[in-house]
């Protein structure tokens, strides 16, 4: 089957992406206790991390199933074929149960050959593409609703940093979400991005036009920063923190009941600090 086969039957994408894998692991201190993090050795790992974002964007969250998900209870796309799945895995649980946080990476290298970039459905990314090196979109990020403490937010990122550290990555970008598709309710937030963390013009990612929301419906007078800094979703902080720019323009997903931003981090900004809390420096 052609990758141009499963452009139009996505139940082939797993079959696709088998063919591929295993994957080189990733290298650091990436176990804290009884939790690990690497990337998917084997699509049954593919599988139980779809299996972990239904359950996450679908069942708890606000995003609407295809009537094939609802059946297979996986959360699956053309995208997922070109990706690398990194998991959080509880070695506690059973062996068929164990993911219980997952991310997925998909590289400009790969995604040039295969399905492009999801963020491209939301926003013109042509001037982050005309940067040289490796670029990583990074998306689909959840986290067992039992889980979400810091020791599995930390080897998410130790993953991420590893991985960055290993294939040379220059610049990740993607989508963060709201859980709202009303910006009227997160016009403070969506101001604070746009005027303490826009994007310069180099690297200003922007919404489609026929998707745009602006971000800067508030003056700047009108923000607390620190005030606002708690109500943002712990991802979009997660990101702050080490050094990401903001798009211009937010875009309503109603299809998984969000706002989204577009979220640009050069990896040579995030600094040392960062670097050796997350692993960066353990995987050289």
């Known amino acids: 089957m ?9 139940k082939g994408v797993n079959e696709f992406l088998s063919q591929f894998m295993p994957v080189m692991p990733l290298k650091g201190e990436l176990r804290i206790n009884n939790l690990e993090v690497r990337l998917a050795e084997n699509i049954a790992e593919v599988e139980a991390a779809q299996r ?118 220059q610049m990740i970008f993607g989508c963060a979400s709201f859980p709202t598709t009303n910006p009227a309710e997160i016009q403070e937030e969506l101001a604070y991005l746009y005027y303490h963390h826009l994007a310069p013009p180099a690297l200003r990612a922007a919404a489609l036009p026929n998707r745009m929301v602006r971000m800067d419906a508030l003056g700047p007078q009108a923000i607390n920063p620190r005030k606002i800094l708690t109500k943002l979703p712990p991802l979009i902080k997660g990101y702050l923190r080490v050094g990401a720019f903001i798009g211009d323009g937010a875009v309503i997903d109603e299809q998984w009941g969000s706002t989204d931003v577009c979220i640009i981090v050069k990896t040579d900004l995030i600094t040392n600090k960062y670097a050796r809390h997350y692993g960066l420096a353990e995987g050289k």
């Open 52 to 169: 972990l974002r239904y359950r996450v964007f679908y069942e708890e969250m606000a995003a609407k199933p295809s009537a094939e998900q609802t059946q297979t209870k996986l959360d699956i796309d053309i995208y997922d074929a070109g990706c690398d799945h990194v998991l959080v895995l509880d070695h506690n649980r059973d062996k068929d149960d164990q993911v219980i946080g997952t991310y997925r990476m998909l590289r400009r290298s790969v995604a040039d050959q295969k399905s492009g970039f999801y963020t491209a459905n939301e926003y013109d990314i042509s001037r982050l593409l005309s940067h040289p090196g490796e670029l990583l979109e990074v998306g689909r990020s959840c986290v067992d609703f039992n889980y979400r403490t810091r020791p599995t937010l930390e080897l998410l990122w130790r993953g991420i940093a590893s991985y960055v550290d290993q294939f040379d990555i």
């Open 2 to 10: 052609s990758w141009f086969d499963h452009l139009i039957d996505p």
